[in-house]
């Protein structure tokens, strides 16, 4: 496990809580530099994955090593090396975002002086300079994540990990932590980052591990994943229900199984060569005189990946 | 192992830092905490006063305010407890321990802090009572001794309010302590000398290890209360100084055990 291209590396991890698995042989290898999405329902065990990785739990088998460091038997070489962002902003509310940068530059043993110059730097790179000396209870969810994405990065780790970072954000919030993520990926850090929402894996994450049951039960990249589930598809949607069956038809004229949506007027079917059968099907349906609402070549996203793989919605 | 001990002391100290900045922050929060004791000093003193009888037929306020002060201490428990939860349930815990400081330093920081605010408590609290007339002649080595003793249960009652921190699911529940808390006081020689209770009651009351330090105090503030004459009552100053003792072989451990299993 010597590899220096990696900076997490886990191996048929086992957490057991009684007689539940939480973690049931679980692998991953994150790559130094890169966005890992680790992606799955609630329960799949995401965020037990994340809390063994980052020493806050043990674990009853299995071996894992972060930042080149062993888990289990050099945990604080391993905190040394690491942030973490949980679920909810681990924030001091009293305090403000300065006091907070501070105090933790300090148990991170920068010093009184570099602890304060740090939290100044973070302030800055995080765009809080304006909000630094205000209570953190009369920050926005977003500022709260960025804040407490700056304690992370206090030592500048070389792994962060990010624990579903948006979940509860509005649509602004998860913007704004998304761009600083970014930016950190940008100056080097590795990031694993845990998510719901199917969308950040997809826009955040170069690799992504789909996890259910304590196990990880894909690995790839967001395309491979998708190209997995099968290729693009034409999908049309008609104005007129009586129509439903005659586009189906024209749609699946590939010899395909089509896919017909009652509710929203639509239908769907795997396509090969996805330009020709467009033009193609736009203009039998225009002969036919089939009135359309919409029409278009969609990839799967990576919901369908998720359905195909879990036999459930994510 | 000298760097170890350097930085569970240094690392206690920025924990405790962090507490004080909170009460510089939020000076009100003091005032809240305080705010119960000065009222019931000023409810039981004044509305009551008159009709409470002292055994040995003393005043009552002075009677009534060492078991203020230790009425004080008892509660804190609960600012323990509801601090401990907060932390937990906001994640700042969870942070401190994917952190590289010292683990003890999350519980010794609260610890300090919590004791550098009961003696800024005792001391405002005394104070308050010295304007309201309140005259103790035990002298300062009797003063000091008696601090000393309130600090002592103050102490034993941190491990306490730490191990059911981690043990209650949300701050709320923390809140809710209070209503075990007061009927553990009342039953006690805070207000009322155990003697002058029913007898089954009064026996409750006095081994209350609340009641011995009230009654430790008591003494060495140069109250002049006479005494019930069971045997706990009549060794007030060796149990103030033993029940904080067993307090603390009871709850420290268990607090420990807690702190453990966050990692299972």
Redesign the interface.
Same mark, same amino acid.
């Given at each position: 496990m010597a590899d220096g291209d990696h900076a997490v590396r886990a191996e048929g991890l086992v957490k057991k809580y009684g007689d539940k698995r939480a973690l049931d042989g679980f692998d991953l290898t994150v790559r130094r530099g890169t966005v890992h999405g680790l992606l799955g329902p609630n329960g799949a065990g995401k965020t037990t994955a994340v809390r063994v990785l980052g020493t806050l739990l043990r674990f009853d088998g299995g071996r894992a090593e972060v930042g080149g460091a062993d888990v289990a038997s050099r945990p604080r070489e391993v905190r040394r090396r690491i942030g973490l962002t949980g679920q909810y902003a681990a924030l001091d509310e009293v305090l403000t975002g300065r006091q907070n940068l501070e105090m933790f530059g300090r148990l991170f043993h920068l010093g009184g002086r570099r602890a304060k110059a740090r939290a100044t730097e973070l302030l800055d790179q995080f765009g809080l300079t304006d909000a630094g000396d205000k209570g953190v209870g009369k920050y926005s969810g977003g500022m709260r994540r960025r804040l407490d994405l700056a304690a992370s990065m206090i030592l500048t780790p070389d792994v962060l990990f990010l624990d579903e970072p948006t979940t509860g954000l509005d649509p602004r919030g998860r913007g704004e932590v998304w761009e600083s993520v970014r930016e950190l990926v940008a100056a080097g850090t590795t990031v694993l980052l845990t998510t719901q929402y199917l969308e950040e894996a997809d826009k955040l994450a170069g690799r992504i591990t789909v996890i259910d049951q304590g196990r990880a039960i894909a690995d790839d990249t967001p395309e491979g994943l998708k190209r997995s589930v099968g290729g693009d598809r034409i999908e049309v949607v008609v104005t007129d229900a009586a129509d439903l069956s005659r586009a189906a038809k024209i749609v699946a004229r590939g010899g395909a199984e089509p896919v017909v949506d009652e509710e929203a007027l639509r239908v769907h079917a795997p396509v090969a060569d996805r330009v020709a059968a467009l033009t193609d099907a736009a203009r039998t349906l225009q002969d036919e005189g089939v009135a359309v609402e919409d029409i278009g070549l969609r990839r799967p996203s990576l919901d369908d990946v998720f359905l195909r793989l879990t036999g459930r919605a994510a | 192992m000298g760097t170890t001990l350097y930085?569970a002391v240094?690392?206690c100290w920025?924990?405790v830092?962090?507490g004080l900045?909170?009460y510089q #922050?939020?000076p009100v929060n003091i005032a809240w905490q305080l705010g119960f004791p000065i009222l019931s000093v000023l409810l039981y003193g004044y509305v009551f006063g008159s009709a409470m009888v002292v055994p040995g037929g003393g005043d009552y306020r002075d009677f009534l305010m060492p078991g203020m002060f230790a009425m004080t201490m008892a509660f804190g428990f609960i600012n323990t407890a509801t601090l401990v939860v907060h932390d937990a349930?906001?994640?700042?815990i969870?942070?401190? #321990?994917?952190?590289?400081?010292a683990p003890s330093?999350v519980v010794s920081g609260r610890g300090v802090t919590d004791l550098l605010v009961a003696c800024a408590e005792l001391a405002i609290l005394m104070l308050t009572a010295l304007a309201i007339g309140w005259r103790p002649d035990g002298g300062i080595v009797g003063g000091l001794a008696a601090f000393a003793l309130l600090l002592w249960l103050r102490f034993a009652l941190i491990w306490l309010g730490v191990w059911l921190g981690l043990l209650v699911p949300n701050p709320e529940a923390a809140g809710g302590l209070f209503a075990v808390a007061f009927p553990l006081t009342m039953i006690s020689s805070i207000f009322v000398a155990p003697q002058l209770m029913p007898d089954w009651l009064g026996a409750v009351a006095a081994w209350n290890p609340i009641s011995s330090t009230v009654a430790a105090t008591r003494d060495l503030f140069g109250t002049p209360v006479g005494a019930g004459d069971s045997w706990v009552e009549q060794h007030a100053l060796l149990m103030a100084g033993v029940w904080p003792a067993v307090l603390t072989l009871v709850f420290f451990p268990l607090a420990a055990r807690k702190f453990a299993a966050?990692?299972?």
């Open positions: - | 930085w240094a690392d920025n924990v830092r962090r900045t909170h #922050r939020q349930t906001k994640g700042v969870d942070r401190f #321990r994917s952190m590289p400081m330093a966050l990692g299972r």
